[in-house]
């Protein structure tokens, strides 16, 4: 683990499913040494919290609920590494092939940065842990069912509400507006400003004219992984992978990726503030000692 990435994981992925993917320090495929941000229930439900998935009142009801049937807190935390495991699986595997710059593009004479071209990391249960070894286009495969299972018991646990009802209690808050109602719907309206990571759902009166609403996460014991499936669908199926950026760990970085909403598409760090300065202060220690031994020699 790097340095920058000693505390919390910030909030710098610009989508919740990225905020997800970013809760492993470094992200090397098929690396063995990590620092997992989610050791277990309580640390996942402190970073849903932190990260907007949940309010306060909801996690109050969540930690009820986990307390209440504590099998259904180490239900919950599996089922949200699952759903991390397999973003990043697919993620890993398609954007080196569609030569998307910053992740498998290398500059003219530099090593490639980020996730290599086979670099595929398997997906399954919390077992097979961020460091497993590259894997096969068929776990990308293993990967989106399973992820399709997710989202098809978060579904089956979402409500649909008329537009004109009244906003519903905080342990069922509204999907953000951004979020399709079914994977592969239209995206949200071009022009619109895009979504805040970590930020929490928009109040109902958010959505004016919507004939319905869709509720995410009425069930509290399965609130966390539900919204994070139903975020993962909606990015995998609606996201511009051509924004879709990795913390280059050929120069020092994390691996952590992130969308670049920079004007001209030059953000290279996850935060400037942790990779991007400790590779700056790195650099400088180089050029420093070749000048010290530049000198010795001379």
């Known amino acids: 683990m790097t340095e920058a990435h000693n505390g919390d994981p910030r909030i710098v992925g610009g989508h919740l499913a990225l905020d997800l993917v970013n809760t492993v320090a470094p992200r090397v495929p098929g690396g063995s040494e990590h620092h997992e941000y989610l050791p277990g229930p309580a640390a996942l439900l402190a970073w849903a919290e932190r990260a907007g998935v949940a309010g306060a009142e ?45 992740i498998g593009a290398p500059r003219a004479g530099a090593p490639a940065a980020g996730i290599p071209a086979a670099g595929v990391l398997a997906a399954s249960s919390p077992e097979a842990a961020p460091g497993s070894p590259p894997s096969s286009e068929s776990e990308v495969v293993a990967a989106l069912e399973r992820l399709g299972l997710r989202w098809a018991g978060a579904a089956a646990r979402s409500a649909l509400v008329p537009g004109s009802a009244s906003p519903a209690p905080e342990s069922a808050p509204l999907v953000p507006n951004t979020a399709p109602l079914v994977p592969g719907s ?32 009425t069930s509290p014991a399965l609130l966390v992984p539900d919204r994070l499936a139903h975020a ?3 990015f995998l199926s609606t996201a511009d992978l051509r924004r879709l950026r990795v913390c280059p760990l050929a120069e020092g ?17 996850c935060a400037m503030a942790d990779c991007g300065s400790q590779a700056k ?18």
């Open 58 to 102: 909801e996690a109050r009801a969540v930690a009820a609920a986990w307390s209440a049937v504590p099998s259904s807190a180490a239900q919950a935390w599996h089922a949200a590494l699952e759903i991390r495991e397999s973003v990043y699986t697919v993620l890993a595997a398609g954007l080196p092939a569609a030569g998307t710059p910053g």
């Open 186 to 217: 239209a995206p949200p309206v071009p022009g619109s400003a895009p979504p805040v990571s970590g930020s929490a759902p928009p109040a109902p009166e958010a959505a004016p004219g919507r004939v319905v609403r869709l509720l995410v996460g």
């Open 232 to 234: 993962a669908v909606e």
């Open 253 to 269: 970085g994390c691996g952590w990726l992130f969308l670049d909403h920079s004007r001209n598409g030059s953000r290279r760090w």
């Open 281 to 298: 202060a790195r650099r400088l220690t180089e050029r420093r000692r070749a000048r010290r031994a530049t000198g010795v020699a001379g």
